[in-house]
């Protein structure tokens, strides 16, 4: 997984006066799946809160037309997994593999941008504990997740 540089709130003249800007968020590139699927994921630096969210295409759906739910799945762990790296150490961004992951599915989406968020929930020092939720472009619940996550050290 690669982290972009976090870009800034606002740009600021240290010349001027002005203070160095604030990193606001990070972007993840990971080479794989992501690039396959064609989610994007975004980290809030400061509170450490992870965003994935997709626009759904045709490859995206079912033979039924909706959001499939391997991709639902798919996004559930990313946002969950994210936000557990960003519990353990929101500056290093360190890897978690999954223990577990249940989902509930909701509803179903056929179009539109689909986006994802989650939450750490408690934890030590190698779990986490986290709760996420993919919703729709009008806040429609999609589905929820519950997840552990063991930070992996080396």
Same mark, same amino acid.
Request: hydrophobic fraction near 40%.
């Given at each position: 997984?690669?982290c972009?540089?976090?870009d800034?709130?606002s740009?600021?003249? *240290?010349?001027?006066? +002005?203070?160095? *800007?604030v990193p606001? !968020?990070?972007?993840i590139?990971d *080479?794989?799946?992501q690039?396959?699927v +064609?989610?994007?994921?975004?980290?809030?630096?400061?509170?450490g809160?992870?965003r994935?969210s997709?626009e759904l295409?045709?490859?995206h759906? $079912?033979?039924n037309?909706?959001l499939?739910?391997g991709i639902?799945?798919t996004?559930?762990d #990313?946002?969950?997994g $994210?936000? =557990?790296?960003q519990?353990f150490?929101?500056a290093?961004?360190?890897?978690v593999?999954? #223990? @577990?992951?249940?989902?509930s599915?909701v /509803? =179903?989406a056929r179009?539109g941008?689909?986006? /994802? !968020? =989650? !939450?750490a929930?408690? +934890?030590?020092a190698?779990?986490?504990y986290?709760?996420?939720e993919?919703?729709?472009? @009008?806040?429609?619940?999609?589905?929820? /997740? $519950?997840?552990?996550f !063991?930070?992996i050290? +080396?």
């Amino acid at each position: 997984m690669t982290c972009r540089q976090p870009d800034p709130i606002s740009p600021t003249d *240290p010349a001027e006066g +002005g203070q160095a *800007p604030v990193p606001v !968020k990070r972007i993840i590139e990971d *080479p794989g799946c992501q690039q396959l699927v +064609g989610y994007r994921t975004e980290i809030d630096t400061r509170t450490g809160a992870c965003r994935v969210s997709l626009e759904l295409a045709p490859q995206h759906l $079912n033979r039924n037309g909706l959001l499939h739910g391997g991709i639902v799945a798919t996004l559930m762990d #990313v946002v969950c997994g $994210n936000t =557990a790296s960003q519990h353990f150490d929101t500056a290093a961004h360190p890897p978690v593999v999954t #223990v @577990s992951l249940t989902l509930s599915y909701v /509803a =179903a989406a056929r179009a539109g941008r689909v986006e /994802a !968020k =989650a !939450k750490a929930t408690g +934890g030590g020092a190698s779990l986490a504990y986290v709760a996420g939720e993919l919703m729709d472009g @009008s806040g429609q619940i999609l589905a929820t /997740a $519950n997840g552990v996550f !063991k930070r992996i050290r +080396g």
